[in-house]
């Protein structure tokens, strides 16, 4: 009886370990991957659109993105994946295999298919190289965005020859309360005027309530 348990350790273990991560002759770091800030205007700069009184007119966000990360969870048993210092370090089974000497001392790997989702975990180092963890199959690298500065410009109607404007503040992109109210001229509201940075421009003079506009320009780049 106890010789078939040994057996069957044996067997189960060439199982797990049958594969082993090949080296690659010298680590290859990725392509830069900076942090950039993004900046959403709806309408896009250029587009014609038109509105009515209460309308959100100019919809502004500027999203901060993080340089790039693993944002993949790690398997279960192990420590959460270190977010930088990943590197292609090895090959298994064809694929690309990243490590981090923040990880585990970069004995233990994840395997990346060509769209770049984890495959598997395996152990590229140690005593039971070749051990094997499964994986959620989700993107490994990723960012983290935050969002910096968002508001709303919404028209409030024309009184005699002004247009009245509101800058309301938001959350979720959400409007939630006016923060700033301003007119301007019908003569400045057809050469166009700028708010925080983003120049809006009035295509035809607001009748029965409604107005044309633009968004011609946006400093904020």
């Known amino acids: 009886m106890t010789k078939h348990v040994i057996l069957l350790s044996i ?10 991560a090949e080296p690659l002759p010298s680590a290859e770091f990725r392509k830069n991957t900076e942090g950039y800030i993004e900046t959403i205007i709806n309408p896009p700069v250029g587009r014609e659109d038109s509105a009515s009184i209460g309308d959100l007119i100019v919809s502004y ?30 090959k298994y089974n064809n694929r ?8 585990y001392r970069g004995d233990i790997g994840a395997v990346l298919d060509k769209d770049e ?18 994986s ?25 020859d002004s247009y009245k404007f509101e800058i309301v503040s938001t959350r979720e992109d959400k409007a939630i309360e006016a923060t700033q109210s301003f007119t301007v001229s019908e003569t400045t509201f057809l050469d166009g005027f700028a708010v925080r940075g983003v120049l ?6 607001g009748r029965h309530g409604i107005i044309s506009y633009r968004v011609a320009g946006n400093a904020n780049k």
Do not use: M
Not at 96 to 103: A, F, G, I, L, N
Not at 137 to 158: C, H, P, T
Not at 200 to 205: I, M, S
């Open 136 to 160: 959620y199959g989700e993107k490994f690298f990723g960012r983290v965005s935050s969002v910096v500065d968002a508001w709303r410009l919404r028209y409030s109607g024309r009184e005699n």
């Open 61 to 90: 966000t500027r999203i901060s993105n993080s340089t790039e990360i693993a944002v993949a969870r790690a398997p279960i048993k192990l420590k959460t994946l270190a977010r930088e210092g990943w590197r292609k370090t090895h």
């Open 200 to 205: 809006v421009q009035g295509l035809e003079a």
């Open 117 to 134: 989702k984890v495959i598997l975990y395996v152990q590229t180092g140690g005593a039971k190289s070749g051990r094997r963890w499964k």
């Open 96 to 103: 690309d295999v990243y490590t981090s000497p923040d990880y």
């Open 11 to 20: 067997f189960l273990s060439s199982c797990v370990f049958h594969r082993q």
